[in-house]
């Protein structure tokens, strides 16, 4: 099994910044990937942005510019720098891995989820 714990969500106003983290604990022999997604109300699930091992990244579009993904791959942790935050940035938060577990066995993303971060941008 695998445990993802997303913290550092909250009430910001818009402009404001927030900085998530998630860590990713459990039987994980390796990392390949990481990535946050979030969830809106009456939204589906959409992948905000997302890190390779080796430091590549890609962003939705509705964020570039704004947000910043990062990773520790020693502490088996991703950060999202949010910056300029908006009101329809408002919504549950999550990240996932691409992992190989210690098994050997590849586990993509969208396998475990953690319980999420609320992100609110409110005046």
């Known amino acids: 099994q695998v445990q993802l714990v997303e913290s550092g969500g909250g009430l910001v106003q818009p402009g404001g910044s927030l900085r998530l983290s998630c860590a990713a604990s459990?039987?994980?022999?390796?990392?390949?990937?990481m990535g946050w997604y979030r969830q809106a109300p009456g939204k589906q699930r959409e992948l905000v942005a997302a890190?390779?091992?080796?430091?590549?990244?890609n962003y939705a579009d509705s964020v570039k510019g704004r947000f910043t993904i990062s990773r520790d791959n020693a502490k088996n942790t991703v950060y999202l720098q949010m910056n300029s935050l908006k009101p329809e940035d408002t919504a549950v938060y999550y990240c996932?891995?691409?992992?190989?577990?210690?098994?050997?066995?590849?586990?993509?993303?969208?396998?475990?989820w953690g319980q999420g971060t609320q992100v609110t941008v409110s005046s």
């Open positions: 996932n891995a691409d992992l190989t577990d210690l098994h050997g066995g590849w586990v993509p993303m969208g396998v475990y």
């Open positions: 459990g039987s994980i022999f390796s990392i390949n990937a």
């Open positions: 890190i390779t091992s080796g430091g590549s990244t």
